[in-house]
Every structure is written in C-alpha cells, then in structure tokens.
C-alpha cells in the first residue's frame, strides 16, 4: 500500500505525467487557435518520443551504454604507444608530442604541412614518410602525418590497415594482421589513455550535451508556453493542492546544496523537492541523482489514458 502510493505522489511530478492533463485541457480550447495547435503537437512529439525511448530500454538497453575506442598498444622507435585503430580515418597519424617523445621530430618533412579536416580542423606539421612500428614482436613500415594538437598519441589509418591485410574482429576483440599472420588484443577500458577512458566524473556540460537534446528543449519550451504563449482561449489547469515552503526551510534546501546542482536537475522537469531528496542520496553528486531520476521515471508503469 505504501509503495503504491509513493508511486503515485511521484508520477505526479514526472516530466511526461502532466502530458495527458494538459493534452484533455487543451482539447477543450478552440481547435483552430494557432498556440492550441502548437502545443498540442508538442505534446505529442514529446509522448512519442517519450514511448520509443521507454521500449528501448526495455528491448535493448545496451544502446544506452557507451563503446569502448578500439586501441592497442605499439612500439615506435622502442617507445611504448598505445595506438587508436580508426578505419575510418584515410591516413595515419602521430601528435607532436609522442613523436618528440619517440625522438623521430628529427625525420619531419615540413614541405608536408597543412590542414586535418574531419570532425574539426587541426594544422599538420610535416609528414615523417617511413617509420617502424613494432606489435607482438612484429615489424611494419609506416608514414605519419604529424598533428600539432592532437590528444590520442597515434591513431593508425586505413593506410596501414589496407596495406598490412588487417581485420578487426569484434567477436574475439582483436585486430589481426594477415601480412605477418598475428594477433594482438584491444585494449580493456582501465588500460585505454586517460582522454579515452569513460568511466569517472563527469562535468555537467557534457552530460547536457549527451542527454537528448529534443527531450530537455521540448521540455523548455513547455514550460515557458504554458506560461507566456498560450492563448487566452486555453481554459486554466484544474486547481491542485499545493505544499507550501516557510522561507527559512526554502533557504536550508537552497544553501545545502549549490543552486547550479539543483537547477541543473530542475531544468529537466522534476520538483526541487525532488532535486534536493535525490542530491541526499547521492551526496550532491547531480549527475547521479538526475541519473537516477530519469531512471525511475521510466521504470513507472504508464498511465492510463
């Protein structure tokens, strides 16, 4: 009894649980007001999404995980480098600051000098055209494009893969090298370069910007059109018990956690109630606790219509 009705004091508060109410309010305005229309194909949008984002959690949750980068680890000029393989990359490349630490700057041919176009544009020193690389106690020939700022330490391009017969295969996670008949493991997460690795902290900005785009803009622009856009033909939301705060309980929850960490979990649609129980559970951590909100919100059984 207990937990049916925490489960109902808490779909009350869910970002999608006021879609249906506002979607029979608005049924009952004129069909033909421009605002109505608007909001209520929102809406919709938003259900629909809402729907296909709960059946993949529930049929294929590990679309939500993220992917381990494929790397290996390498020797050049005896120097242990620990190489991303990229097929999808045309060239090989190198950073400035492996191959000064391999000691072959001394072999860059700047006449080769340019620009990296890709995701983002960086300049290219020169090109280093033959090197050695060893894996597994095997020795390959190369070229490299230096990279004046590039974070990975080596990335190996479709120019060695296709020469040297590679295969990637993901069934047994290794790369095979068919010109010298061997096989060489990706690395595991806890071995990859720190710019690499996902686990740890991660910053609010990039979690905003992984979180669904759609989802949180949606979700603005409900709140400032129920407030500013909606036509005066809209009848109001029905009259709902409200729980007031005195102001020195509003300045307790307000100080004992920073006010970035609860706006950042109130812009997604939860209370600030909501907000400051999940930061006590997770130690003012906002990632894990608008994580873990998220999650219960999906997990509720839906509504019925």
Known sequence: MFENRFMQLL???LPGASHQTELDRLAMADPFDPNVQRRIEELLHMQNV???????????PEVFGHVVMLYITCKVNGHHVKAFVDSGAQM????????????????????????????????IIGR???????VEKAFFTTAFSVLEDQPMDMLLGLDVLKRHQCVIDLQKNILRIGSANIETRFLSENELPDHAKLSGPISMDEM??????????????SAEDAGDNTSSS?????TTATTT????????????YPEQSVTHITKHGFTQEQA??????????????????????LSLPKRKR
């Open 245 to 256: 705060v005195s102001g020195s309980e509003q300045l307790a929850i307000s100080s004992e």
């Open 208 to 221: 905003t910007e992984h979180e669904n785009r759609d989802l949180a803009q949606a979700l603005a622009r």
């Open 92 to 123: 090989t490349i190198m950073s400035q600051a492996c191959a000064e630490r391999c000691g072959i700057m001394r072999l860059v041919d700047r006449r080769w000098g340019g620009i990296a176009k890709g995701v983002g544009t960086q300049k």
């Open 50 to 60: 809402q729907d296909n984002m709960e059946h993949a959690l529930e049929h294929m």
């Open 276 to 297: 400051v129980n999940e930061l006590k559970l997770f130690q003012g951590d906002a990632n894990k606790a608008l994580t873990s909100l998220m999650t219960k919100s």
């Open 128 to 134: 280093i055209h033959l090197a050695q690389i060893e």
């Open 11 to 13: 779909s009350q508060h």
């Open 234 to 238: 809209i009848p109001p939301p029905p």
